[in-house]
């Protein structure tokens, strides 16, 4: 069984910083690409960012420039440094991850549960 936890979120003014971890354990046979999505209230889940193994990453258009999204392969392990946060960046963050298992040859989606980012003005 999968699990990606995530840790980090919290109460940050504007124009601070947070940092978000998210470990994925469990039985994994290996992992292609891993990130953050995020959803803020009333709205749909989008794109924070992503990263893959070989560390191309991905960056959602409103996050560009002040978001960086890190990897340690070693230990299944994404991070998400937040930078000059804005109260638009408010919402629930969600941990990502395509992963295989040993029990299949099929890559397959996991969440997190997500972890809360409150930006005040």
């Known amino acids: 069984q999968v699990q990606l936890v995530e840790s980090g979120g919290g109460l940050v003014q504007a124009g601070g910083s947070l940092r978000l971890s998210c470990a994925a354990s469990?039985?994994?046979?290996?992992?292609?690409?891993m990130g953050w999505y995020r959803q803020a209230p009333g709205r749909q889940r989008e794109l924070a960012a992503t990263i893959d193994s070989g560390g191309t990453t991905n960056y959602g258009d409103s996050v560009k420039g002040r978001f960086t999204v890190s990897r340690d392969n070693a230990e299944n392990t994404v991070y998400l440094q937040m930078n000059s946060l804005k109260p638009e960046d408010t919402g629930v963050y969600y941990c990502?991850?395509?992963?295989?298992?040993?029990?299949?040859?099929?890559?397959?989606?996991?969440w997190g549960k997500g972890t809360l980012v409150t930006v005040s003005s």
């Open positions: 990502y991850a395509h992963l295989r298992t040993p029990m299949t040859w099929k890559y397959m989606d996991y």
């Open positions: 469990g039985s994994i046979r290996s992992i292609t690409t």
